[in-house]
Nanobody, 115 residues
Framework: QVQLVESGGGLVQPGGSLRLSCTAS????????MAWYRQAPGKQRELVAQ???????DYADSVKGRFTISRDNAKNTATLQMKSLEPEDTAVYYC?????????WGQGIQVTVSS
């Protein structure tokens, strides 16, 4: 079992930045992928970014060049640095861990981009 807790969300103006953190209850060094998903009202949950245990990253086209995902296995954390935020980025953001033993989700954190 892995518990994931997100932090760092909130309200930001268009063009602003936010940093989301995901802290795991145990070591993530053996977790194949750490990822961030988001779900906007009335829309399906979508993959925003993911990072493999080897550090290979992948991003949704809509966030490429604006978001950066990273992981720190020593601190059991995964981070999503978001810049140049747009109103369309408004959503609940979820941390996700995909391991051999299972798939785990955080409870989600709200990000609102509005003036």
């Amino acid at each position: 079992q892995v518990q994931l807790v997100e932090s760092g969300g909130g309200l930001v103006q268009p063009g602003g930045s936010l940093r989301l953190s995901c802290t795991a209850s145990r070591s993530i060094s053996s977790i194949s992928f750490m990822a961030w998903y988001r779900q906007a009202p009335g829309k399906q949950r979508e993959l925003v970014a993911q990072i493999s245990s080897g550090g290979i990253t992948d991003y949704a086209d809509s966030v490429k060049g604006r978001f950066t995902i990273s992981r720190d296995n020593a601190k059991n954390t995964a981070t999503l640095q978001m810049k140049s935020l747009e109103p369309e980025d408004t959503a609940v953001y979820y941390c996700n861990a995909r391991a051999f033993i299972g798939i785990y989700w955080g409870q989600g954190i709200q990000v609102t981009v509005s003036s």
